[in-house]
């Protein structure tokens, strides 16, 4: 293969190229990432950007996944069984293959390419690929592929190639393929453990134009069923073209053989409807799937419906930044990935946010307590996706249920790794990719992840006042989680306080004490100062609702007064470690050793992942101060100075002016960002501190998938929390926007590298438009709902009401 351009990523300025992510020139060392970065969904399935004639050979990868599609496999790893739930790599549908003349199917790696452009269409998730190139025989061809999963359709995607001969006539015959063969190999240090996850059903000729797949799952039983319908075009009209097929239990291929006219361009066009048996209203899967293709749109008329719907939601969700280009060009590719995961279609579905999205296998698909940074975008967008997210949860509470019991406590404790059963997904053992090893995993202890869903719905009902959900589903979540970490804690006669022992913060360096046989932490400050914080909401939340509705809950939950005393008394007499008057990260925190930090980084270069060096010299991160990512620090990311004084306070605890900074800057020097969500939180923190320093951290974390800072990462799946943390960074932290008193506030920092942002939400149904700038704040009520109404503001403690289609400057000067 040769091509005549340099790689490289195109990433934008403004106007249109600000909605383009592109590549010039072709690089098989960047395809994955490519991949990745250019995938395409709907909020129900994604593809990823793999070309359609390229197959799984260590260079490529495609994949197609479902929301909620998962399947449970066992290795024997040693004698030992290691269980592993995955998100399922599904028949492949993109196959479309050229032959020229009985040759064989080309292959980009075997002809000279004179030009190649690959790109994402940021409006409208539609991927092209523009391509040129001249074989051995000296055809020069161009090829250009576009293709799309539709957001108006959820069960379609569509695929165009249209092909023209430049200096040639003749046949060419076109392979239009289904591969049920298709397994879960995405992950390279997943490839010991056990990827083949389908079970072929049967294969069909559905008509003179469409084939059909139907698989299963292994374990989980899933019915899938994939056709796909191929039409051949020239000058706008339909052509009879001859077909022949074929087919085994696991792959079908029907063969169009087509004459080609030199310069005379030709169409084809491939639709395809996909369904499973957990989809609603679909009895027969395979019929499904081959009814609804048989009615699919042209690709144009698809595609105009698909943009429409694309168009809608950029207009609830777009978000500019003055000043930086770059900023405002990764923040288009971070939205258009964040609405492929989780968009309107993902409402209906039962599905909760995988942490690496539905564009990749990393992560196993699972679900983690990344939805602590989804929501905030998704609550001002589209609430109806985050109370349909928070039912994922609900859902599972026998589970969560279960799980306290067997650990001996009571309430609902959610697992750290969640994926179709509510059950602990997190693996007993861990693969360190330095050493080659196997190491003992504890982070199933991270049950900070329950609170992190108290949060979720707390802020959810503060944000939209959806009193149904408090009334039928979130109070009940959040008592049964008040009711776990009460039983979890313990009352310590000598300090007369509570304390909660055998725990993992965020940080996840920290598994446990140096020496220790036994896995956690006692007193992690995260945990325990969101737990008196749950507790003071947890004792009074029965007073917000009707007395009927208060009665049903205590009644299910068959909860006591004693208990919402025991919240009350937790409220006020949690232990919270500190040292040297700052927050300790975890008892025993200020006994352990200081790293050699400059000596690692001249020794290792990059050191975000200390955890796998120290590990891999047969040392531990647990012997030392250091961190993975934000730890203590996370408590001034979720919560304002004021809130955390409230609790210190009611706790008996002073709180300094300069807790913040003083915690925040101890932390920073100790922290290796080995996680990229670190670079959110401490962008965040520091945001009204050091502007400068927290725009550095945001650019890192805005690039971090498109560089792929962490080495490949990038090409197994995106990182959601990331993507969706740095929009509300913008929206949170230097707009300085909140819901506190029952209106929305204000108090921007804008850092030294921008100008200013302006986005598009909505709050209690009324879309706003709001613009800070550094003179001023501007708050527009757009045209939308026909119930809209006025909505109180507040900038720096000047309060006013914005009215229906009105507008509001505050000055900042």
């Known amino acids: 293969m040769t091509t005549s351009h340099t790689d490289r990523a195109a990433p934008a300025s403004d106007g249109a190229d600000a909605f383009t992510l592109g590549y010039v020139g072709l690089d098989p060392v960047s395809e994955g990432l490519r991949e990745t970065l250019t995938s395409t969904g709907n909020g129900y399935m994604a593809t990823r950007g793999t070309a359609e004639w390229e197959e799984a050979d260590g260079v490529h990868y495609p994949g197609t996944y479902v929301h909620g599609v998962y399947d449970r496999a066992t290795t024997m790893l040693g004698g030992v069984p290691v269980h592993n739930e995955d998100l399922v790599n599904l028949p492949n549908w993109l196959p479309l293959k050229l032959r020229v003349d009985g040759a064989e199917v080309l292959r980009l790696a075997e002809v000279e390419i004179l030009d190649y452009h690959h790109e994402l269409d940021l409006r409208s998730a539609l991927l092209t690929r523009r391509l040129r190139f001249r074989d051995a025989q000296g055809r020069e061809t161009e090829l250009v592929s576009r293709r799309f999963v539709s957001m108006a359709s959820l069960h379609h995607a569509y695929l165009e190639w249209t092909l023209t001969p430049l200096n040639w006539s003749g046949q060419v015959e076109v392979v239009t393929a289904i591969d049920g063969r298709v397994i879960n190999d995405g992950v390279p240090r997943y490839r010991q453990l056990e990827r083949s996850h389908l079970s072929p059903q049967a294969t069909q000729v559905a008509g003179p134009q469409t084939i059909a797949l139907k698989t299963r799952t292994r374990q989980s039983e899933v019915i899938v069923s994939v056709a796909a319908r191929t039409l051949v075009s020239t000058g706008g009209r339909e052509r009879d073209v001859v077909r022949s097929d074929f087919r085994t239990h696991d792959y079908i291929q029907q063969v169009l053989h087509v004459e080609l006219e030199r310069g005379v361009p030709t169409t084809i066009e491939k639709s395809v409807a996909l369904f499973t048996s957990r989809d609603p209203a679909t009895g027969d899967t395979l019929l499904r799937a081959c009814r609804s293709v048989s009615r699919a749109r042209s690709f144009r008329a698809a595609y105009a419906h698909h943009r429409e719907s694309w168009e809608r939601l950029w207009q609830a969700c777009d978000m500019r930044v003055f000043g930086d280009d770059e900023a405002q060009h990764l923040l288009r590719v971070h939205i258009s990935h964040i ?6 279609n993902t409402s209906d579905l039962d599905a909760g946010v995988p942490a690496r999205g539905i564009n990749g296998e990393a992560y196993r698909g699972h679900v983690f307590w990344d939805e602590l940074f989804v929501f905030p975008f998704l609550n001002f967008r589209l609430p109806s996706v985050t109370n349909s997210l928070l039912m994922y949860r609900y859902r599972r509470l026998s589970e969560a249920r279960v799980a306290a019991e067997a650990a001996g406590y009571k309430g609902f404790m959610f697992p750290w790794q969640s994926g179709s059963l509510g059950t602990e997904e997190t693996q007993e053992v ?10 003992e995993d504890l982070s199933h202890n991270q049950r900070h992840v329950s609170a992190a869903i108290f949060y979720n719905i707390w802020q959810y009902i503060t944000i939209t006042e959806d009193t149904m959900f408090l009334e039928f589903r979130g109070a009940e979540l959040m008592l049964g989680i008040a009711r776990f970490w009460s039983s979890i804690a313990h009352f310590s006669s000598e300090r007369q306080r ?14 446990k004490y140096p020496g220790a046989s036994e896995g956690g932490l006692r007193n992690n400050a995260y945990t325990n100062v969101f737990v008196a914080w749950i507790c003071d909401i947890a004792a009074h939340l029965l007073d917000l609702l009707p007395a009927p509705r208060a009665g049903a809950v205590r009644a299910r939950l068959e909860l006591r007064d004693e208990e919402i005393a025991r919240w009350k008394d937790m409220s006020r007499r949690m232990f919270v470690p500190f040292h040297d008057g700052i927050i300790s990260q975890f008892e025993g925190y200020e006994d352990l050793e200081e790293l050699d930090w400059d000596g690692y980084r001249d020794k290792y270069g990059n050191i975000q992942r200390l955890d796998r060096i120290l590990k891999a010299e047969g040392d531990t991160p647990d012997r030392y101060k250091l961190a993975k990512q934000a730890d203590a620090v996370m408590l001034f990311f979720l919560f304002s100075d004021d809130e955390l004084r409230r609790v210190f306070t009611r706790l008996g605890y002073e709180f300094p002016d ?7 800057d101890y932390y920073d020097r100790r922290t290796s960002h080995g996680s990229t969500l670190s670079y959110i939180t401490h962008a965040g923190v520091l945001a009204r501190f050091d502007p400068d320093s927290s725009w550095e951290r945001f650019k890192v974390a805005l690039g971090s998938d498109v560089h792929d800072i962490q080495g490949g990462t990038t090409r197994e799946g995106i990182h959601m929390g990331v993507m969706s943390g740095t929009v509300d960074l913008v929206q949170r932290f230097y707009a300085g926007m909140r819901v506190e008193d029952g209106m929305l506030q204000f108090d921007p920092n804008l850092p030294g590298g921008i100008d200013g942002v302006s986005f598009n939400m909505t709050y209690l149904r009324s879309p706003l438009t709001v613009t800070v700038m550094r003179d ?23 309060q006013r009401l914005v009215e229906v289609h009105g507008e509001e400057r505050f000055s900042l000067e």
């Open 658 to 664: 300069d807790a913040a900074e003083r915690t925040i």
């Open 776 to 798: 001023e704040v501007v708050i527009r009520h757009r045209d939308g709902v026909i119930d809209a109404t006025p909505v109180r503001v507040c900038v720096r403690g000047e």
């Open 339 to 344: 609405l492929q995961t989780c968009s309107h």
């Open 498 to 511: 509570y304390e909660i022992h055998g725990v993992m913060g965020p940080d996840e360096y920290h598994e």
């Open 430 to 439: 861990h693969l360190n990719p330095m050493s080659g090893k196997w190491d």
